[in-house]
Protein backbone atom coordinates (compact mmCIF):
# COMPACT_ATOMS: atom_id res chain seq x y z
CA UNK A 1 0.00 0.00 0.00
CA UNK A 2 1.18 3.45 0.37
CA UNK A 3 4.30 2.28 3.08
CA UNK A 4 5.07 0.14 -0.75
CA UNK A 5 5.54 2.96 -2.49
CA UNK A 6 7.77 4.57 -0.41
CA UNK A 7 9.83 1.28 0.06
CA UNK A 8 10.15 0.85 -3.55
CA UNK A 9 11.64 4.49 -3.51
CA UNK A 10 14.06 3.60 -0.69
CA UNK A 11 15.16 0.17 -2.51
CA UNK A 12 15.95 2.51 -5.42
CA UNK A 13 17.81 4.63 -3.71
CA UNK A 14 20.14 2.19 -2.05
CA UNK A 15 20.24 0.12 -5.92
CA UNK A 16 21.62 3.64 -7.32
CA UNK A 17 24.28 4.52 -5.03
CA UNK A 18 24.83 0.69 -4.87
CA UNK A 19 25.70 0.93 -8.78
CA UNK A 20 27.71 4.17 -8.06
CA UNK A 21 29.93 2.56 -5.77
CA UNK A 22 30.38 -0.73 -8.07
CA UNK A 23 31.55 1.83 -10.76
CA UNK A 24 33.75 3.82 -8.23
CA UNK A 25 34.97 0.86 -6.73
CA UNK A 26 35.80 -0.51 -10.94
CA UNK A 27 37.28 3.17 -11.37
CA UNK A 28 39.24 3.14 -8.75
CA UNK A 29 41.23 -0.28 -10.03
CA UNK A 30 41.29 1.26 -13.56
CA UNK A 31 42.90 4.36 -12.95
CA UNK A 32 46.08 5.36 -11.54
CA UNK A 33 48.50 8.24 -11.56
CA UNK A 34 48.02 11.03 -13.74
CA UNK A 35 44.97 9.46 -15.43
CA UNK A 36 46.85 6.57 -16.42
CA UNK A 37 44.71 3.45 -17.11
CA UNK A 38 44.69 0.06 -16.11
CA UNK A 39 45.13 -1.51 -19.08
CA UNK A 40 48.06 0.49 -20.36
CA UNK A 41 49.46 0.02 -17.26
CA UNK A 42 49.29 -3.70 -17.50
CA UNK A 43 50.81 -3.97 -21.18
CA UNK A 44 54.18 -1.79 -19.98
CA UNK A 45 54.71 -3.79 -16.78
CA UNK A 46 53.24 -7.14 -18.78
CA UNK A 47 56.33 -6.55 -21.20
CA UNK A 48 59.01 -6.90 -18.25
CA UNK A 49 57.19 -9.56 -16.04
CA UNK A 50 53.13 -10.83 -16.55
CA UNK A 51 53.33 -12.16 -12.78
CA UNK A 52 54.71 -8.75 -11.74
CA UNK A 53 51.49 -6.91 -13.58
CA UNK A 54 49.00 -9.35 -11.69
CA UNK A 55 50.86 -8.55 -8.51
CA UNK A 56 50.48 -4.84 -9.00
CA UNK A 57 46.16 -5.07 -9.64
CA UNK A 58 46.45 -7.80 -6.95
CA UNK A 59 48.55 -5.87 -4.08
CA UNK A 60 48.21 -2.61 -5.29
CA UNK A 61 44.78 -1.20 -6.94
CA UNK A 62 42.40 -3.73 -4.98
CA UNK A 63 43.28 -3.16 -1.32
CA UNK A 64 43.65 0.51 -1.88
CA UNK A 65 40.17 0.09 -3.62
CA UNK A 66 38.77 -2.02 -1.11
CA UNK A 67 39.47 0.23 1.87
CA UNK A 68 38.27 3.21 -0.06
CA UNK A 69 35.14 1.14 0.02
CA UNK A 70 35.30 -0.63 3.46
CA UNK A 71 36.40 2.83 5.52
CA UNK A 72 33.89 5.10 3.36
CA UNK A 73 31.24 2.73 4.59
CA UNK A 74 32.52 2.82 8.07
CA UNK A 75 32.31 6.52 7.86
CA UNK A 76 29.32 6.80 6.45
CA UNK A 77 27.14 4.76 8.18
CA UNK A 78 29.18 5.85 11.69
CA UNK A 79 28.35 9.23 11.16
CA UNK A 80 24.67 8.54 10.57
CA UNK A 81 24.22 6.27 13.45
CA UNK A 82 25.98 8.78 15.87
CA UNK A 83 23.49 11.69 14.28
CA UNK A 84 20.51 9.49 15.06
CA UNK A 85 21.75 8.64 18.51
CA UNK A 86 22.23 12.27 19.36
CA UNK A 87 19.67 13.42 16.88
CA UNK A 88 22.20 16.09 15.74
CA UNK A 89 23.16 16.65 12.31
CA UNK A 90 26.57 17.97 13.53
CA UNK A 91 27.59 14.73 14.90
CA UNK A 92 30.26 12.94 13.29
CA UNK A 93 32.00 9.69 14.24
CA UNK A 94 35.40 11.56 15.71
CA UNK A 95 32.79 12.59 18.88
CA UNK A 96 32.86 9.77 20.79
CA UNK A 97 36.84 9.85 20.51
CA UNK A 98 37.57 6.58 19.19
CA UNK A 99 39.07 7.74 16.02
CA UNK A 100 41.56 10.33 17.77
CA UNK A 101 42.63 7.55 20.17
CA UNK A 102 43.32 5.33 17.52
CA UNK A 103 45.12 7.95 15.84
CA UNK A 104 47.15 8.46 18.86
CA UNK A 105 47.93 4.72 19.24
CA UNK A 106 49.49 4.46 15.63
CA UNK A 107 51.15 7.78 16.20
CA UNK A 108 53.23 6.69 19.48
CA UNK A 109 54.18 3.23 17.18
CA UNK A 110 55.59 5.70 15.09
CA UNK A 111 57.17 7.30 17.81
CA UNK A 112 58.23 4.68 19.27
CA UNK A 113 59.99 3.70 15.85
CA UNK A 114 58.15 0.45 15.89
CA UNK A 115 56.47 1.08 12.54
CA UNK A 116 58.93 -1.15 10.84
CA UNK A 117 58.92 -3.93 13.93
CA UNK A 118 56.20 -5.89 11.75
CA UNK A 119 53.51 -4.86 8.68
CA UNK A 120 50.73 -4.38 11.24
CA UNK A 121 52.37 -2.41 14.05
CA UNK A 122 50.67 0.45 13.47
CA UNK A 123 47.22 -0.64 12.74
CA UNK A 124 47.79 -2.55 16.15
CA UNK A 125 48.53 0.64 17.67
CA UNK A 126 45.57 1.92 16.31
CA UNK A 127 42.86 -0.57 17.13
CA UNK A 128 44.00 -0.41 20.78
CA UNK A 129 44.17 3.50 20.74
CA UNK A 130 40.31 3.52 19.88
CA UNK A 131 39.68 0.41 22.15
CA UNK A 132 41.56 2.86 25.26
CA UNK A 133 40.13 5.67 24.32
CA UNK A 134 36.19 3.90 24.43
CA UNK A 135 37.65 2.12 28.16
CA UNK A 136 38.06 5.52 29.39
CA UNK A 137 34.76 6.43 27.98
CA UNK A 138 33.30 4.03 29.60
CA UNK A 139 35.28 4.57 32.85
CA UNK A 140 34.66 8.24 32.64
CA UNK A 141 30.35 8.50 31.66
CA UNK A 142 29.58 5.24 33.31
CA UNK A 143 26.67 3.06 32.29
CA UNK A 144 23.38 5.13 32.17
CA UNK A 145 25.27 7.91 30.59
CA UNK A 146 23.18 10.93 29.57
CA UNK A 147 23.74 12.14 25.77
CA UNK A 148 24.94 15.29 27.41
CA UNK A 149 27.88 13.72 29.29
CA UNK A 150 28.58 10.82 26.49
CA UNK A 151 29.72 13.57 23.95
CA UNK A 152 31.75 16.20 26.77
CA UNK A 153 33.41 12.58 27.98
CA UNK A 154 34.30 12.03 24.39
CA UNK A 155 35.13 15.56 23.65
CA UNK A 156 37.34 15.26 26.80
CA UNK A 157 39.45 12.30 25.56
CA UNK A 158 39.67 13.55 21.76
CA UNK A 159 40.98 16.84 23.41
CA UNK A 160 43.35 14.62 25.70
CA UNK A 161 44.78 12.32 22.49
CA UNK A 162 44.68 15.22 20.56
CA UNK A 163 47.33 17.05 23.35
CA UNK A 164 49.56 13.62 23.52
CA UNK A 165 49.51 13.29 19.80
CA UNK A 166 51.23 17.03 19.82
CA UNK A 167 53.30 15.64 22.53
CA UNK A 168 54.73 13.01 20.27
CA UNK A 169 55.55 15.54 17.29
CA UNK A 170 57.07 17.87 19.70
CA UNK A 171 59.07 15.57 21.30
CA UNK A 172 59.98 13.60 18.35
CA UNK A 173 63.63 11.85 18.14
CA UNK A 174 64.04 12.65 14.45
CA UNK A 175 62.59 14.92 11.45
CA UNK A 176 62.08 11.64 9.55
CA UNK A 177 59.84 10.51 12.29
CA UNK A 178 58.23 13.42 12.69
CA UNK A 179 57.34 13.75 8.98
CA UNK A 180 55.91 9.95 9.00
CA UNK A 181 53.52 11.13 11.55
CA UNK A 182 52.25 13.93 9.82
CA UNK A 183 52.02 12.36 6.97
CA UNK A 184 50.17 9.31 7.92
CA UNK A 185 47.66 11.96 10.12
CA UNK A 186 46.49 13.21 6.87
CA UNK A 187 45.17 10.36 5.82
CA UNK A 188 45.70 8.50 2.75
CA UNK A 189 44.33 4.88 1.16
CA UNK A 190 47.71 4.63 -0.70
CA UNK A 191 50.23 1.96 -0.40
CA UNK A 192 48.22 -0.23 2.11
CA UNK A 193 48.11 -4.48 1.33
CA UNK A 194 45.72 -6.46 1.34
CA UNK A 195 46.87 -7.79 4.91
CA UNK A 196 45.49 -4.51 6.34
CA UNK A 197 42.34 -5.10 4.78
CA UNK A 198 41.87 -8.56 6.34
CA UNK A 199 43.47 -7.05 9.63
CA UNK A 200 40.36 -4.67 9.65
CA UNK A 201 37.45 -6.47 8.41
CA UNK A 202 36.44 -8.10 11.73
CA UNK A 203 36.47 -4.95 13.52
CA UNK A 204 34.11 -3.49 11.03
CA UNK A 205 31.94 -6.28 10.22
CA UNK A 206 31.22 -6.61 14.43
CA UNK A 207 31.16 -2.64 14.47
CA UNK A 208 28.52 -2.72 11.78
CA UNK A 209 26.39 -5.38 13.19
CA UNK A 210 26.51 -3.86 16.41
CA UNK A 211 25.27 0.00 14.90
CA UNK A 212 23.10 -1.53 12.41
CA UNK A 213 21.29 -3.37 15.09
CA UNK A 214 19.99 0.11 16.52
CA UNK A 215 18.10 1.16 13.39
CA UNK A 216 14.68 1.10 14.62
CA UNK A 217 15.97 2.43 17.99
CA UNK A 218 17.44 5.23 15.98
CA UNK A 219 14.02 5.49 14.49
CA UNK A 220 12.42 5.67 17.73
CA UNK A 221 14.63 8.57 19.12
CA UNK A 222 13.24 10.76 16.70
CA UNK A 223 10.51 11.52 19.50
CA UNK A 224 12.96 11.42 22.26
CA UNK A 225 14.46 8.99 25.09
CA UNK A 226 11.33 8.75 27.14
CA UNK A 227 9.91 7.82 24.03
CA UNK A 228 11.94 5.73 22.66
CA UNK A 229 11.95 3.74 25.87
CA UNK A 230 8.17 3.09 25.94
CA UNK A 231 8.38 1.62 22.57
CA UNK A 232 10.35 -1.20 24.14
CA UNK A 233 14.25 -0.20 23.35
CA UNK A 234 16.66 -0.20 26.60
CA UNK A 235 18.41 2.97 26.38
CA UNK A 236 21.88 1.84 27.76
CA UNK A 237 21.87 -1.26 25.46
CA UNK A 238 21.19 1.06 22.46
CA UNK A 239 24.00 3.39 23.21
CA UNK A 240 26.10 0.75 24.07
CA UNK A 241 26.14 -0.85 20.82
CA UNK A 242 26.01 2.47 18.71
CA UNK A 243 29.23 4.15 20.71
CA UNK A 244 31.14 0.52 21.06
CA UNK A 245 30.47 -0.43 17.20
CA UNK A 246 31.35 2.97 16.16
CA UNK A 247 34.35 2.54 18.14
CA UNK A 248 35.38 -0.45 16.98
CA UNK A 249 34.79 0.77 13.36
CA UNK A 250 36.33 4.00 13.06
CA UNK A 251 38.98 2.79 14.81
CA UNK A 252 39.97 -0.27 12.77
CA UNK A 253 39.66 2.87 10.05
CA UNK A 254 41.42 5.47 11.23
CA UNK A 255 44.34 2.89 12.21
CA UNK A 256 44.85 1.87 8.72
CA UNK A 257 44.24 5.15 6.64
CA UNK A 258 44.79 8.03 9.01
CA UNK A 259 41.97 10.72 9.86
CA UNK A 260 39.78 11.51 7.26
CA UNK A 261 37.24 14.45 7.99
CA UNK A 262 33.67 15.42 6.64
CA UNK A 263 32.77 11.96 5.11
CA UNK A 264 30.95 11.11 8.10
CA UNK A 265 29.20 14.34 8.51
CA UNK A 266 28.12 14.89 5.56
CA UNK A 267 27.33 11.49 3.98
CA UNK A 268 24.56 11.53 6.30
CA UNK A 269 23.10 15.07 6.40
CA UNK A 270 23.12 14.73 2.42
CA UNK A 271 21.43 11.85 2.54
CA UNK A 272 18.91 12.53 5.16
CA UNK A 273 16.15 14.14 2.70
CA UNK A 274 16.15 11.75 0.35
CA UNK A 275 15.00 8.99 2.89
CA UNK A 276 12.39 11.41 4.79
CA UNK A 277 14.56 12.03 7.71
CA UNK A 278 13.87 8.50 8.62
CA UNK A 279 17.16 7.76 11.32
CA UNK A 280 17.10 3.81 10.82
CA UNK A 281 16.47 4.27 7.04
CA UNK A 282 19.49 6.38 6.70
CA UNK A 283 21.91 3.92 7.88
CA UNK A 284 22.18 1.77 4.63
CA UNK A 285 22.17 4.80 2.09
CA UNK A 286 24.88 6.57 4.54
CA UNK A 287 26.88 3.79 4.04
CA UNK A 288 26.89 3.52 0.37
CA UNK A 289 27.04 6.96 0.13
CA UNK A 290 30.62 6.97 2.22
CA UNK A 291 31.75 4.68 0.11
CA UNK A 292 31.03 5.94 -2.79
CA UNK A 293 32.66 9.42 -1.80
CA UNK A 294 35.70 8.31 -0.11
CA UNK A 295 36.54 6.28 -3.50
CA UNK A 296 35.70 9.20 -5.61
CA UNK A 297 37.92 11.15 -3.13
CA UNK A 298 40.55 8.72 -3.65
CA UNK A 299 40.53 8.99 -7.52
CA UNK A 300 40.55 12.83 -7.82
CA UNK A 301 44.04 12.75 -5.40
CA UNK A 302 45.62 10.55 -8.62
CA UNK A 303 44.84 13.08 -11.33
CA UNK A 304 47.85 15.65 -10.47
CA UNK A 305 51.12 14.23 -13.02
CA UNK A 306 53.78 15.52 -11.61
CA UNK A 307 54.87 16.04 -7.47
CA UNK A 308 53.64 14.24 -4.03
CA UNK A 309 49.93 13.22 -4.63
CA UNK A 310 48.04 15.21 -2.24
CA UNK A 311 46.78 12.90 0.85
CA UNK A 312 42.92 11.59 1.05
CA UNK A 313 42.07 13.49 3.82
CA UNK A 314 43.22 16.59 2.57
CA UNK A 315 40.82 16.13 -0.46
CA UNK A 316 37.77 15.24 1.88
CA UNK A 317 37.75 18.00 3.84
CA UNK A 318 39.47 20.63 1.12
CA UNK A 319 36.12 19.43 -0.69
CA UNK A 320 33.88 18.89 2.69
CA UNK A 321 34.10 21.73 4.19
CA UNK A 322 33.13 24.50 1.31
CA UNK A 323 30.17 22.05 0.19
CA UNK A 324 29.07 21.80 4.77
CA UNK A 325 29.15 25.42 4.26
CA UNK A 326 26.73 25.68 1.18
CA UNK A 327 24.42 23.24 3.13
CA UNK A 328 24.83 25.67 6.17
CA UNK A 329 23.42 28.49 3.85
CA UNK A 330 21.18 26.58 1.95
CA UNK A 331 19.44 25.69 6.01
CA UNK A 332 19.42 29.78 6.69
CA UNK A 333 18.28 30.37 3.44
CA UNK A 334 15.57 27.66 4.19
CA UNK A 335 14.29 28.79 7.72
CA UNK A 336 14.64 32.29 7.12
CA UNK B 1 -10.26 -5.94 31.01
CA UNK B 2 -7.50 -3.46 31.99
CA UNK B 3 -6.66 -3.13 35.41
CA UNK B 4 -4.31 -0.59 36.70
CA UNK B 5 -2.75 -1.12 40.76
CA UNK B 6 -0.62 0.73 42.67
CA UNK B 7 0.56 -0.50 45.61
CA UNK B 8 2.43 1.90 48.26
CA UNK B 9 4.25 3.48 45.27
CA UNK B 10 7.12 6.01 47.04
CA UNK B 11 9.31 7.59 43.85
CA UNK B 12 12.24 10.33 44.42
CA UNK B 13 13.80 12.41 42.29
CA UNK B 14 17.63 13.39 42.58
CA UNK B 15 17.42 12.69 46.16
CA UNK B 16 14.23 14.13 46.88
CA UNK B 17 10.77 11.78 47.81
CA UNK B 18 8.13 12.90 45.50
CA UNK B 19 5.54 10.37 45.78
CA UNK B 20 4.55 9.24 49.07
CA UNK B 21 2.89 6.32 49.63
CA UNK B 22 0.72 6.01 46.38
CA UNK B 23 -2.18 3.34 46.39
CA UNK B 24 -4.56 2.89 43.37
CA UNK B 25 -6.91 1.13 41.86
CA UNK B 26 -8.07 1.38 38.40
CA UNK B 27 -10.38 -2.03 38.08
CA UNK B 28 -11.25 -1.24 34.38
CA UNK B 29 -11.68 0.77 31.60
CA UNK B 30 -11.74 4.55 32.02
CA UNK B 31 -10.72 8.21 31.64
CA UNK B 32 -8.89 9.09 34.64
CA UNK B 33 -7.78 12.53 34.75
CA UNK B 34 -4.96 13.04 37.69
CA UNK B 35 -4.95 16.30 38.86
CA UNK B 36 -2.89 19.01 41.98
CA UNK B 37 -0.98 22.12 41.23
CA UNK B 38 2.67 22.28 39.95
CA UNK B 39 4.73 20.11 42.15
CA UNK B 40 2.33 17.63 43.33
CA UNK B 41 4.03 14.61 41.24
CA UNK B 42 1.76 14.18 38.93
CA UNK B 43 4.64 13.79 36.22
CA UNK B 44 6.60 11.72 38.36
CA UNK B 45 3.76 9.27 39.16
CA UNK B 46 2.83 8.83 35.40
CA UNK B 47 6.28 8.58 34.13
CA UNK B 48 6.83 5.75 36.75
CA UNK B 49 4.29 3.78 35.88
CA UNK B 50 5.63 4.11 32.67
CA UNK B 51 8.20 2.57 34.06
CA UNK B 52 10.83 5.47 32.79
CA UNK B 53 12.05 6.19 36.85
CA UNK B 54 12.63 3.59 39.24
CA UNK B 55 9.94 3.24 42.01
CA UNK B 56 9.60 1.09 45.39
CA UNK B 57 6.27 -0.65 46.02
CA UNK B 58 4.03 -2.44 43.36
CA UNK B 59 2.72 -1.14 40.25
CA UNK B 60 0.55 -3.99 38.29
CA UNK B 61 -1.06 -3.74 34.89
CA UNK B 62 -3.50 -6.51 34.52
CA UNK B 63 -1.78 -8.51 37.22
CA UNK B 64 1.88 -8.26 35.81
CA UNK B 65 4.06 -6.20 38.53
CA UNK B 66 6.09 -3.89 36.40
CA UNK B 67 9.20 -2.59 37.23
CA UNK B 68 12.48 -0.24 36.04
CA UNK B 69 14.61 -2.78 35.88
CA UNK B 70 13.52 -5.13 33.04
CA UNK B 71 15.05 -7.57 30.66
CA UNK B 72 14.72 -6.52 27.37
CA UNK B 73 11.75 -9.17 26.42
CA UNK B 74 9.80 -7.76 29.06
CA UNK B 75 10.09 -4.44 27.87
CA UNK B 76 8.87 -5.09 24.16
CA UNK B 77 5.55 -7.13 25.91
CA UNK B 78 5.28 -3.89 28.03
CA UNK B 79 5.66 -2.00 25.36
CA UNK B 80 2.68 -3.29 23.50
CA UNK B 81 0.41 -3.14 26.57
CA UNK B 82 1.40 0.32 27.90
CA UNK B 83 1.86 3.64 25.90
CA UNK B 84 3.35 6.86 27.09
CA UNK B 85 2.97 10.42 25.49
CA UNK B 86 5.56 12.78 27.38
CA UNK B 87 5.13 16.81 28.58
CA UNK B 88 6.15 19.08 25.49
CA UNK B 89 6.48 15.97 22.99
CA UNK B 90 8.22 16.64 19.89
CA UNK B 91 9.99 15.29 16.74
CA UNK B 92 13.58 15.93 16.53
CA UNK B 93 13.63 15.41 12.25
CA UNK B 94 10.82 16.71 9.96
CA UNK B 95 9.87 13.40 8.87
CA UNK B 96 6.23 12.61 7.00
CA UNK B 97 2.93 12.49 9.33
CA UNK B 98 1.95 8.88 8.30
CA UNK B 99 6.00 7.76 8.91
CA UNK B 100 5.45 9.64 12.65
CA UNK B 101 2.17 7.84 13.33
CA UNK B 102 3.67 4.31 12.49
CA UNK B 103 6.56 4.31 15.21
CA UNK B 104 4.05 3.34 17.22
CA UNK B 105 3.83 0.15 15.36
CA UNK B 106 7.57 -0.39 16.55
CA UNK B 107 6.45 -2.59 19.91
CA UNK B 108 4.65 -5.02 17.39
CA UNK B 109 7.00 -5.44 14.63
CA UNK B 110 9.19 -8.30 14.58
CA UNK B 111 12.47 -8.30 14.46
CA UNK B 112 13.46 -7.57 10.51
CA UNK B 113 10.27 -7.72 9.44
CA UNK B 114 7.91 -5.03 7.60
CA UNK B 115 4.96 -3.59 9.28
CA UNK B 116 2.01 -5.85 7.90
CA UNK B 117 -1.14 -5.29 7.30
CA UNK B 118 -2.79 -5.54 10.37
CA UNK B 119 0.06 -2.51 11.32
CA UNK B 120 -1.55 -0.38 8.76
CA UNK B 121 -4.58 -0.69 9.80
CA UNK B 122 -3.47 0.68 13.04
CA UNK B 123 -1.99 3.65 12.12
CA UNK B 124 -4.69 4.44 9.77
CA UNK B 125 -7.18 3.88 12.89
CA UNK B 126 -5.30 6.02 15.12
CA UNK B 127 -4.79 8.94 12.09
CA UNK B 128 -8.98 8.53 11.73
CA UNK B 129 -8.98 9.04 15.44
CA UNK B 130 -6.83 11.98 15.91
CA UNK B 131 -8.05 13.31 12.99
CA UNK B 132 -4.91 13.94 11.25
CA UNK B 133 -5.35 11.97 8.31
CA UNK B 134 -5.11 14.65 5.84
CA UNK B 135 -1.61 15.76 6.87
CA UNK B 136 -0.36 12.14 6.19
CA UNK B 137 2.23 13.43 3.32
CA UNK B 138 3.17 16.60 5.43
CA UNK B 139 5.96 17.18 7.12
CA UNK B 140 5.48 16.64 11.05
CA UNK B 141 7.37 19.94 11.72
CA UNK B 142 5.26 22.21 8.89
CA UNK B 143 1.90 21.63 11.00
CA UNK B 144 0.81 24.12 13.33
CA UNK B 145 1.06 23.37 17.23
CA UNK B 146 -2.61 22.14 17.69
CA UNK B 147 -1.98 19.94 14.66
CA UNK B 148 1.40 18.64 15.02
CA UNK B 149 0.04 17.74 19.06
CA UNK B 150 -2.45 15.41 17.42
CA UNK B 151 -0.12 13.74 15.26
CA UNK B 152 1.96 13.10 18.36
CA UNK B 153 -1.27 11.62 19.91
CA UNK B 154 -1.83 9.11 16.95
CA UNK B 155 1.54 7.99 18.08
CA UNK B 156 0.58 6.95 21.04
CA UNK B 157 -2.86 6.00 19.70
CA UNK B 158 -1.41 3.84 17.70
CA UNK B 159 0.31 1.67 20.06
CA UNK B 160 -3.29 0.40 20.86
CA UNK B 161 -2.34 -0.18 23.94
CA UNK B 162 -4.93 -1.01 26.83
CA UNK B 163 -2.92 1.26 28.84
CA UNK B 164 -2.32 5.28 27.77
CA UNK B 165 -0.46 7.65 29.52
CA UNK B 166 -0.84 11.67 28.49
CA UNK B 167 1.18 14.00 30.32
CA UNK B 168 -0.23 17.49 30.02
CA UNK B 169 -1.80 16.57 26.14
CA UNK B 170 -4.16 19.75 26.33
CA UNK B 171 -1.14 22.40 27.65
CA UNK B 172 -0.97 25.42 24.88
CA UNK B 173 -3.71 24.44 22.83
CA UNK B 174 -6.37 26.96 21.94
CA UNK B 175 -9.87 26.09 23.43
CA UNK B 176 -11.26 24.02 20.53
CA UNK B 177 -8.10 21.75 19.81
CA UNK B 178 -8.34 20.87 23.79
CA UNK B 179 -11.79 20.06 23.46
CA UNK B 180 -10.69 17.79 20.22
CA UNK B 181 -8.05 16.15 22.04
CA UNK B 182 -10.40 15.46 25.09
CA UNK B 183 -12.92 14.10 22.90
CA UNK B 184 -10.29 11.00 21.44
CA UNK B 185 -8.87 10.53 24.41
CA UNK B 186 -12.59 9.88 25.73
CA UNK B 187 -13.16 7.94 22.94
CA UNK B 188 -10.05 5.77 23.00
CA UNK B 189 -11.03 5.40 26.73
CA UNK B 190 -14.69 4.44 25.69
CA UNK B 191 -15.13 2.75 22.82
CA UNK B 192 -12.02 0.75 22.73
CA UNK B 193 -12.27 -0.50 26.55
CA UNK B 194 -8.84 0.67 27.38
CA UNK B 195 -7.73 2.74 30.55
CA UNK B 196 -6.59 6.49 29.51
CA UNK B 197 -4.32 8.12 32.41
CA UNK B 198 -4.17 11.95 31.18
CA UNK B 199 -1.86 14.78 33.92
CA UNK B 200 -4.59 17.81 33.22
CA UNK B 201 -4.36 21.33 34.53
CA UNK B 202 -7.95 22.38 33.36
CA UNK B 203 -10.30 21.88 36.22
CA UNK B 204 -13.42 22.33 33.84
CA UNK B 205 -12.06 20.17 31.33
CA UNK B 206 -11.32 17.12 33.73
CA UNK B 207 -14.71 17.46 35.45
CA UNK B 208 -16.36 17.11 32.41
CA UNK B 209 -14.14 14.41 30.16
CA UNK B 210 -13.32 12.52 33.01
CA UNK B 211 -14.75 9.63 34.56
CA UNK B 212 -12.47 9.44 37.60
CA UNK B 213 -9.93 12.33 38.99
CA UNK B 214 -7.17 11.60 41.05
CA UNK B 215 -6.53 14.48 43.23
CA UNK B 216 -2.55 14.80 43.92
CA UNK B 217 -1.04 16.90 46.66
CA UNK B 218 2.60 16.94 47.70
CA UNK B 219 3.17 13.41 46.63
CA UNK B 220 0.05 11.91 48.40
CA UNK B 221 -3.42 11.21 46.87
CA UNK B 222 -5.84 14.13 48.44
CA UNK B 223 -9.12 12.50 47.28
CA UNK B 224 -10.08 9.97 44.34
CA UNK B 225 -13.04 9.27 42.88
CA UNK B 226 -15.86 11.02 40.60
CA UNK B 227 -15.05 14.46 39.67
CA UNK B 228 -17.95 16.01 41.76
CA UNK B 229 -16.41 14.18 44.76
CA UNK B 230 -13.20 15.42 44.30
CA UNK B 231 -13.44 19.05 42.81
CA UNK B 232 -15.19 19.96 46.20
CA UNK B 233 -14.32 23.75 46.90
CA UNK B 234 -13.08 22.48 50.10
CA UNK B 235 -10.49 20.68 48.23
CA UNK B 236 -9.75 23.35 46.09
CA UNK B 237 -8.96 26.02 48.25
CA UNK B 238 -6.70 23.69 50.06
CA UNK B 239 -4.65 22.44 47.24
CA UNK B 240 -4.40 24.68 44.91
CA UNK B 241 -4.84 28.06 47.30
CA UNK B 242 -7.58 29.51 45.77
CA UNK B 243 -11.27 30.46 46.03
CA UNK B 244 -12.80 29.13 42.87
CA UNK B 245 -16.37 30.08 41.38
CA UNK B 246 -18.18 26.68 40.59
CA UNK B 247 -21.03 26.52 38.47
CA UNK B 248 -23.26 24.00 35.81
CA UNK B 249 -24.15 24.95 32.55
CA UNK B 250 -26.69 21.99 31.78
CA UNK B 251 -24.48 18.72 32.36
CA UNK B 252 -20.95 20.36 32.35
CA UNK B 253 -19.42 21.45 35.28
CA UNK B 254 -16.87 24.90 35.09
CA UNK B 255 -14.37 25.82 37.83
CA UNK B 256 -13.05 29.58 37.57
CA UNK B 257 -10.10 30.32 40.00
CA UNK B 258 -11.01 33.88 41.57
CA UNK B 259 -8.82 34.70 44.29
CA UNK B 260 -5.57 33.52 45.83
CA UNK B 261 -6.23 32.35 49.62
CA UNK B 262 -2.57 33.72 50.88
Redesign the interface.
Known amino acids: ?3 DT ?2 RRYWAINAGLFGLVVLLFAGSVLIGRGFELLPAKFAEIAKIDRALAWLVLEQVRLPRAALGVLVGATLGLTGAVLQGLL ?1 NPLAEPGIIGASSGAALGAVLVFYFGLAAGGAMAVQLGGVAGALLALVTLYLLVGRHAAIVTLILGGVAITAFSGALTSLALNLSPSPYAAMEIVFWMLGSLSDRSMTQVWFVLPFMIVGWALVASTA ?1 AL ?6 E ?2 A ?6 QT ?1 VKARAIIGTGLAVGAAVSVTGVIGFVGLVVPHLL ?1 PLV ?4 GGLLLPSALGGAALVLAADIIVRLPVGGPEPKLGVVTSLLGAPFFLFLIMRMRRDTA | MTELVLRHLHASLGGARIIHDVSLDIPGPGFIGLVGPNGAGKTTLI ?1 AI ?3 IPFEGDILLDGIPLSHSIS ?1 NH ?2 N ?3 R ?5 QN ?8 V ?3 V ?3 R ?2 H ?1 EPFR ?2 R ?1 AD ?1 KAVERAMELADVARY ?1 GR ?1 VMSLSGGERARV ?1 LA ?1 ALA ?1 EAPLLLVDEPVASLDPYHQLRIMEVLENYAKNAGRIVVAVLHDLSLAARFCDRLVLLHEGKIRAAGPPDTVLTDENLEDVYRVKVFSGREGETRYIVPLSRTE
Open positions: MKYASRRDALTLGDTATLGFNSRGYRP | RASLPVRLARLAYLAAESHWPIESRLALGLPLKMEERDLRV
